[in-house]
């Protein structure tokens, strides 16, 4: 006959409960100069192991290009780097590896690119419009809050002239007035998106 410590001892071990496996949700991480990219486990980098430096081959046009840069380094990484090679901005350019265009976040070794791997470098005229159109707003959003501060700084000087009891001319009062308007109006009729958009809302506000 079993004893009851034994049938207690089994009974634990059958109905003991499952350890469930973790499942961590993917997580970013800014690198120095505002890049957004996966972050990296504590395993994947083994603790004082030294990072390789590969050499990538990328074609652009007629011409090869050979960076060295780091084997976990991201595919927007080595476009600031080709930026100083070829004179292109990061943000006009697309990487393919592969026949596939990769993102920016993407870590070289995660696609397979290893040493004397091959990358085509080519131009994005879309993004390349994109960029140019939004400096093109901020350039007048710029022009047009300096004028609104300047303005400012006027209707500041006329309130202290009134504070201190003396006369102030209606037409001076109306002019600031007119102009000011005018500055709002051309802020209005700026189309904005994303950041510009906000920097368009807190001069307009």
């Keep these: 006959m079993r004893s009851r410590t034994s049938v207690r001892a089994a009974g634990t071990a059958a109905f003991s409960p499952v350890k469930e496996e973790k499942v961590e949700a993917e997580k970013w991480e800014v690198r120095p100069g505002g890049m957004l990219v996966q972050s990296r486990s504590s395993h994947d980098d083994a603790v004082g192991a030294p990072v390789p430096a590969i050499r990538v081959k990328v074609k652009y046009g007629a011409v090869y290009h050979e960076i060295y840069i ?29 026949d596939k265009e990769r993102a920016s976040a993407t870590f070289l070794d995660s696609v397979g690119v290893k040493d004397k791997s091959k990358v085509v470098l080519t131009d994005d005229p879309t993004a390349k419009a994109k960029r140019l159109l939004e400096m093109r707003k ?37 002019n600031l007035i007119d102009c000011l308007m005018n500055e709002l109006v051309k802020l209005e009729a700026i189309d904005a998106d994303g950041d510009v958009k906000q920097q368009k809302r807190q001069q307009v506000t």
Excluded: C, Q, W
Excluded at 145 to 173: C, F, H, P
């Design 70 to 98: 780091s084997s976990r380094a991201s595919f927007g990484e080595l476009k600031k780097e080709l930026s100083a090679r070829t004179g292109l901005h990061p943000l006009d350019m697309k990487l393919l590896y592969k």
């Design 138 to 174: 901020t350039d007048k959003i710029d022009k047009a809050a300096k004028s609104v501060s300047a303005i400012s700084l006027e209707v500041t000087a006329l309130e202290a002239i009134a504070n201190k009891g003396e006369r102030i001319v209606v037409n001076d009062v109306s």
